[in-house]
């Protein structure tokens, strides 16, 4: 400092600026070096990025891998859906929806949110608000509680809207919004008619994948559909991807049933099993012509929305007394197979016209063979003698042929096989399609057993004459029974006609299958007469329906073992049979009838339960014919069905009401069934039928018209 | 401060309209440049990062994105705007509104309801509720301020005792505020302090030392927090960071979950990385991946490259501070733009070195880059005075610019008449030095 007093002024300046400068740059090079540390550092750093990336790159990104969820989201498939032949919907899913509660979300900002999320779906669909904050909070980083299923389209609906509008107003930045409620789709097999029709269309239960009986188990392939999927993937670059494969919904089946007949055979056999018990009673309407099965009942009911629920078919005291699962299993299983086709059981009578027919097909008699009844045929000799007696002891006298099939004669029966001979009544049998299944599309089908000729022997062979010691299923000797009535044509029987795409795309159509040809014509209207006059003047008189022309065959076997005295009843009848448009076959299986009040284990039972669906859907399916069929049967014409002559209805009112209720409503409509929609829903009990696509039917509906307008 | 004035301010006294604003097209367009790119570059990882997020948990997905390019639309035009003004004006009648409105808004955030807890953090001022922004990032912008005005008004008094006690006095009280919430914003803005008085001061050695032992101490926190663990002062749980740093996979629930994440986002990402938008870690992995994370993603995403690109353009914009710096008219100007280096050069080195586990946690965001109005709010209006000092750089020559030099040139003119005086005088000043010395 001394130096500087010395100093004049001027250089003083000099030196303070200089020093100025000097500190300038001082400074200015201490930032640099800062600058050039910093650098320093950040080349360190990516220096640091290499090395994490050479020496654990390939670690973490197993790492990354690992820890994605891969797991993705099935898109459910609708299940088809299964309509009755003209639309009306028998089997449908509807969709549901299943609530998923995601904390990591509804959690994520405050509590707030967490409020206002639970309120709503309080409000909507009125779960606990402290039950649900329990749920979330126990599990808070999981995304993924599925908290409430089977929830409706509708209150999705509700939620989404309430949702939004919580959302969307202004006071939700106070209150907080409503986040983290997903749903997610799913289907729910419903069934719009309970019972209906239930061992015919089996069902599907929380596995809609999967069907059990009938045409659910059936065509179960047709009705699955195939499942979408959403799914994420990490690609070869090692980034993720999400592809969305919709589903593909199921196909819907169009069956051949038709809601109007089915409903009217339900309600006859519920009528009878209300006042009588059977072990089986059960009831088969075809179309003649195709093979197409309009109808088939039995009295073992079940909710088909609710399969595991025995009280249709037992009583409570039964069910109490099923102790272990097996039995539960055996009883559920009795009640959900169908009889029309799980059982095979001994024809009785209703297998003389088959037996009548072979023989006229291979000229052992003809039209006009008599034959002469002693109330029994014996076969053998000495020990080994069998006498086999016919249903009336005291023997028919002197009978033709058209007789022996009026009265029912099992004598006639017995001599025509035995001039037949084993080979060809087997050989008739297989024609006919007994002992081997018929193919028809009903799961479970009993085939029935035979004798086969080698070892038919001629008390055998009498014997199946007329029915007994061979057995049949029901959709067996109705389809047989088609051909024997319809010319000679035997269809395959079947119970869908149509399966359409989820989008109403006709899949595929399936036609009528004819097998084969089983008898002429001239001997198929031999039948036909014989069975007329069955019903005009034999054994089946009570099924008359005067201004009908209708022709049947009773039924009566003996079950085994024959001490028991136990009988299965059968009436099969076709109608107008000088051209038959429908066919029913009904068996009681085993009835308990009421002796004391003159009742009688017969025939009888079965054909009272036929005349009754008979005069039920003969006003539906236009069931009449002018000119063709013999005169005197259409003496009164216009006669309603249901009223009748007053004979034989007494307890059938309620389904001859349905019958007239439908026949007024729908009467002479018949054009527009093809195009009903078939996703239409019925409103609520009898569904609007449209009229009935009735193929073969289309030159009748004159008389129709007026019978349907009286009934109205 | 007129003598002063007189040698670097090139003896122009200015008055009226011409003290306020400093109107001369002499702009620095590379630093502009470098900070739109940045911007673009933090809008793009903003909206790549937070897509995936924004729509899950606010149906929008662009929701942040948004809300960030507004901001940063509105934050440009104030550094424009900023940069008009004289900063030597700004600075004198705006250093200490600027530090007052800090300290009292910190002091509101941290003692009243006006403070915000977002994320368990009461970072965020608001009224009724709703955030405004971070005090703390104002505080940043008020310090570079305040302690640019004492380091040019001290001038050599910075080594005397009383102004190193008043400089310290005066940078306290907000940081002390700031370090009540929000510990890794108080260690930065120390940083800021001491290395700019280590910059400004003669007695470099002390304050070296100073700043290294401030350092050695959060180096070896780790081992200290052990030692205090053992003594009994501190409890295990408030050393969760150093553990997670230490061990992150085995403390994964204290946050070493998320440190593990970020290091599997880096080490996934190889050269070239996943492409843009394609980060599987985002998906909500790292959480908040738009926010101190981003960089995490980015190297997913865009690869080392992509991290080398951003560090180089973060190279490149503190390069552009210093040549600014350099040219700078006074000291105020000089240790404004030194203030605003090494605020952006310790965030992105903290940040990346966090990022990359080489430093416990400690929620430095990324500038430019990471999701946040407040900090691109004011970031802006430091690179506003920067942008102003830029306008009155002595060195730099309109006319002779070439687009090369106006990127890397100094910008500095062929040496003067004065300056050739001066070095003369220099030259006799040392020798008169010597002298004195012999």
């Given at each position: 400092m001394k130096t500087s007093q010395t100093l004049d002024p001027e250089e003083r300046r000099r030196r303070r600026e200089l020093k100025n400068k000097k500190y300038e740059r001082a400074i200015r090079s201490r930032l640099v070096t800062f600058t050039v540390v910093a650098a320093v550092a950040l080349i360190a750093l990516i220096i640091r990025i290499f090395v994490i990336n050479a020496q654990q790159g390939d670690d973490y990104e197993i790492s990354i891998l690992s820890q994605q969820d891969y797991s993705s989201t099935t898109i459910y498939a609708r299940r088809g859906t299964i309509t009755d032949r003209n639309g009306t919907i028998l089997a449908t899913s509807e969709r549901i929806y299943t609530m998923i509660l995601d904390p990591s979300v509804i959690l994520a900002n405050n509590a707030k949110n967490e409020n206002a999320t639970l309120a709503a779906v309080n409000a909507v669909f009125g779960f606990d608000i402290a039950d649900m904050k329990k749920t979330i909070e126990e599990k808070p980083s999981s995304a993924y509680i599925r908290y409430a299923k089977q929830l409706t389209e509708e209150q999705r609906a509700s939620f989404i809207a309430y949702r939004d509008e919580v959302n969307a107003a202004e006071s939700a930045k106070e209150t907080g919004y409503v986040r983290g409620v997903w749903f997610e789709e799913d289907y729910k097999r419903v069934y719009p008619f309970g019972t209906f029709a239930c061992n015919l269309l089996g069902f599907s239960g929380s596995d809609s994948t999967r069907g059990n009986w009938g045409l659910e188990e059936y065509y179960n392939d047709e009705l699955v559909g195939m499942n979408g999927r959403e799914y994420g993937y990490v690609n070869t670059d090692g980034v993720a991807e999400r592809t969305v494969i919709p589903a593909d919904d199921g196909n819907t089946l169009v069956s051949t049933i038709d809601y109007t007949i089915q409903a009217a055979c339900e309600k006859v056999i519920a009528n009878f099993a209300a006042t009588h018990d059977a072990d089986n009673i059960a009831a088969i309407v075809m179309n003649p012509n195709n093979g197409e099965i309009l109808a088939e009942a039995t009295d073992k009911l079940f909710d088909l929305?609710?399969?595991?629920?025995?009280t249709y078919c037992y009583t409570a005291e039964e069910i109490e007394a099923m102790a272990t699962d097996e039995e539960l299993e055996a009883a559920r299983g009795a009640m959900w197979k169908n009889y029309a086709v799980a059982d095979a059981y001994?024809?009785?009578?209703?297998?003389k016209p088959f037996t009548v027919a072979a023989a006229l097909e291979n000229g052992v008699i003809n039209e006009h063979s008599e034959f002469r009844c002693t109330g029994s045929r014996s076969f053998g000799s000495g020990s080994y003698l069998t006498r086999v007696k016919c249903n009336n002891v005291e023997g028919h006298g002197y009978l033709d042929l058209t007789e022996s099939l009026m009265e029912s004669c099992n004598v006639a029966m017995m001599d025509i096989v035995a001039a037949l001979g084993a080979e060809k009544f087997a050989e008739y049998q297989s024609i006919f399609g007994f002992g081997k299944q018929t193919s028809v599309d009903l799961p479970g089908e009993n085939g029935g057993l035979l004798y086969p000729a080698d070892k038919m022997g001629p008390v055998d062979l009498a014997t199946n004459s007329f029915g007994q010691n061979f057995t049949v299923n029901m959709v067996q000797l109705a389809s047989a029974f088609c051909s024997l009535v319809n010319g000679g044509s035997y269809y395959q029987p079947h119970t869908v006609r149509q399966i359409l795409s989820s989008d109403g795309q006709i899949v595929r159509n399936i036609e009528p299958v004819l097998v084969r040809e089983t008898v002429t014509e001239e001997t198929s209207a031999f039948i036909r007469n014989a069975l007329f006059e069955t019903v005009e003047n034999g054994t089946a008189k009570t099924a008359k329906i005067t201004g009908y022309s209708i022709g049947g065959k009773t039924g009566t076997a003996e079950k085994l073992p024959r001490s028991d005295k136990k009988y299965l009843v059968s009436f099969i009848a076709a109608a107008p049979i000088d051209d038959p448009q429908v066919l029913i076959y009904v068996i009681i299986d085993n009835p308990t009838v009421d002796l004391e009040g003159?009742?009688?284990?017969?025939?009888k039972l079965a054909i009272a339960l036929e005349k009754e669906i008979m005069e039920n859907i003969i006003p539906y399916i236009n069931l009449e014919g002018e000119g063709e069929v013999v005169s005197h049967i259409f003496d009164t014409p216009t006669v309603s069905p249901a009223d009748?002559?007053?004979?034989?209805?007494?307890?059938?009112d309620g389904t001859a009401d349905d019958g007239t209720d439908t026949a007024g409503t729908d009467g002479g409509d018949t054009t527009d069934a093809a195009d009903a929609d078939p996703n239409l829903v019925p409103a609520a009990g009898v569904p609007d039928m449209g009229g009935v696509d009735w193929n073969e039917i289309d030159s009748q509906d004159g008389g129709n018209t007026d019978s349907g307008n009286d009934d109205g | 401060m007129s003598a002063d004035q007189k040698t670097v301010a090139a003896g122009r006294e200015r008055t009226g309209i011409r003290r306020v604003f400093f109107i001369r097209k002499n702009t620095d367009n590379a630093l502009i440049l470098a900070v739109l790119l940045l911007v673009a570059f933090g809008l793009m990882m903003v909206y790549t990062t937070s897509y995936y997020t924004a729509q899950l948990k606010i149906g929008d997905s662009s929701y942040y994105l948004t809300r960030q390019a507004l901001i940063s639309g509105g934050a440009l035009a104030f550094m424009v705007f900023l940069s008009l003004f004289n900063y030597q004006w700004l600075c004198k009648f705006g250093t200490w509104p600027v530090y007052i409105a800090s300290v009292v808004l910190m002091a509101l955030v941290d003692f009243t309801s006006l403070g915000i807890e977002f994320n368990g953090r009461k970072r965020w001022f608001g009224i009724g509720g709703h955030s405004i922004f971070q005090p703390t990032e104002l505080v940043k912008l008020a310090l570079i301020m305040v302690v640019a005005l004492l380091l040019t008004n001290l001038k050599y008094k910075i080594d005397k005792l009383g102004g190193v006690l008043l400089v310290l006095g005066v940078t306290g009280v907000p940081i002390f505020f700031v370090f009540l919430n929000n510990l890794s914003s108080s260690i930065i803005l120390v940083a800021i302090v001491l290395v700019l008085m280590t910059i400004a001061s003669e007695h470099k050695k002390k304050y070296l030392a100073v700043l290294l032992a401030f350092l050695a101490v959060v180096a070896v926190a780790y081992f200290l927090g052990d030692w205090l663990v053992d003594i009994g002062l501190l409890k295990r749980y408030q050393l969760e960071r150093i553990d997670v740093w230490k061990d992150p996979e085995a403390y994964s629930l204290e946050g070493g979950w998320q440190v593990m994440q970020g290091l599997y986002a880096i080490g996934s990402g190889g050269f070239f990385g996943k492409g843009l938008g394609n980060s599987v870690q985002k998906l909500g992995f790292v959480p908040e991946a738009q926010n101190d994370m981003v960089f995490s993603i980015l190297v997913e995403e865009l690869g080392i490259f992509g991290a080398i690109c951003l560090i180089a353009l973060f190279g490149f914009l503190i390069y552009r501070i210093l040549v600014i710096a350099s040219n700078a008219p006074d000291r105020l100007g000089f240790f404004l733009c030194a203030g605003v280096a090494v605020h952006i050069s310790l965030q992105v080195v903290l940040n990346i070195a966090v990022v990359t586990n080489m430093i416990p946690n400690t929620g430095v965001t990324l500038p430019?880059?990471?999701?946040?109005g407040s900090s691109v709010l004011f970031l802006m209006s430091e690179f506003g005075l920067v942008l102003s000092v830029a306008r009155q750089s002595?060195?730099?020559s309109r006319k002779k610019r070439s687009l090369l030099r106006s990127l890397f040139g100094s910008g500095r003119r062929p040496e003067t008449a004065g300056q050739r005086e001066a070095g003369q005088a220099k030259n006799r000043y040392e020798q008169a030095s010597k002298a004195d010395n012999t």
């Open positions: 929305n609710d399969p595991s629920n025995l001994e024809p009785g009578s209703t297998a003159g009742e009688s284990v017969s025939a009748g002559e007053g004979q034989d209805d007494s307890g059938n | 430019f880059i990471s999701y946040g002595v060195g730099i």
